[in-house]
């Protein structure tokens, strides 16, 4: 439920509405920090001794906190988030919201974030994949575009500045939608990148509004941007009868480029300076990568995001030695995976081992026998692993930073040496690399 942080910043005229109990609410407020101050768009429907006997009556006690959000508020969607407690008690938040959403007249989306079933960012996964089924029907875009038929697609030939891109493919471009939500700063970098390969991004899921949210249907492709949306990629192939791009996730600039390119395939168009892009990154980045060459990294599995950061890494000249994931979907990271093999023969180290759903306790018996150079590892483990002389790095920025895109490379980056570089300045009292270091 933790992914209430992100969305509700994201979907700017949303609520979020989080069923459970105090446990729940005692999570996202000391979860999201200083944020709980600012009078965020979420709340807690506590629930009291009278829901959990059935006393009181579910609907009934949902409308009445409903009302109150939308003569505060006044949102466009309202997104309940199911709990533990809900399911548990088997509160009906799927059977009830239809009813409720008529007598108020909101949407109400129900997404079951518990940590039951899901962990960490999977909760992003749930609320997605529940949007994806109210996005508008993608075939009446279709009807419009056949209707308007040729004059149209001389129009877009006529506007373009590449004449060797066909007509058809220019029409067929318009239809990828991405899915996964980022900052909209590096959402619109990617839609830049893709653009100067003359693709062009036909929407966002989620959109910034909840009135803006892409047309789905046939004959749209869609492509996710993280690697924990594998339901949210189901729903909208098996559901809304989406085609799915299956590439590498553009974290780092060696995946940025794999998705560029993947998708580039998709639409029969010819990568233009993508290598030449890379080059560059990677020589703007040669600083950060002569601090990490040839050190050595456990990832204890915490948001999903491991497999591409290990990747990453590994290109960087890292040693992974463990990378732990609590819920692996080999289909929806077939691509991510293969490459992570290709980047591991590229770079002569061998295969890390995948350990899905880690035991934790093994796991810091394993770290104490490795003794790696780094663990990417949750705030519960941090700090006695400091104790024990190993430099850790909090998983859970790396769901926060903007990671995303070639150009965001560095950020990675300065997030992975920042304990390597502290440790290194502490040693020898030498002068940092980096100014966040200077600050720290
Ligand atoms: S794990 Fe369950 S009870 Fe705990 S905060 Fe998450 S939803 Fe609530």
Known sequence: MSCVARLYQKIED?????????????????????????EPRYAMAESEEGDISAQSNDQEELEKICLRIKSDRNPSVIIWIGTCTTEIIKMDLEGIAPKLERRIGIPIVVARANGLDYAFTQGEDTVLAAMAHRCPEYKRCETDQKSRGGTERVEIHATSSNKSISQTSELAKSNLVIFGSLPSGVASQLNSELKRQSIFVSGWLPSQKYNELPGLGQGVYVCGVNPFLSRTATTLMRRRKCQLIGAPFPIGPDGTRAWIEKICSVFNVK???????????????????????????FFTGDNLLEISIARFLIRCGMIVYEIGIPYMDRRYQAAELSFLQHTCKKMETPLPRIVEKPDNYSQVQRMHELKPHLAITGMAHANPLEARNIDTKWSVEFTFAQIHGSSNARDILELVTRPLRCRGSLASGSPSLSRQTAES
């Open 14 to 38: 949303s609520f979020f509405l989080v069923v459970g109990t105090k446990t729940c609410g005692y999570f996202p407020q000391n979860a999201l920090g200083v944020t709980i101050f600012a």
């Open 271 to 297: 990568p233009d300076g993508l290598e030449e892009r890379e080059s560059q990154i990677w020589k703007n980045v040669e600083d950060y990568t002569q601090v990490v060459s040839g050190k050595s990294v």
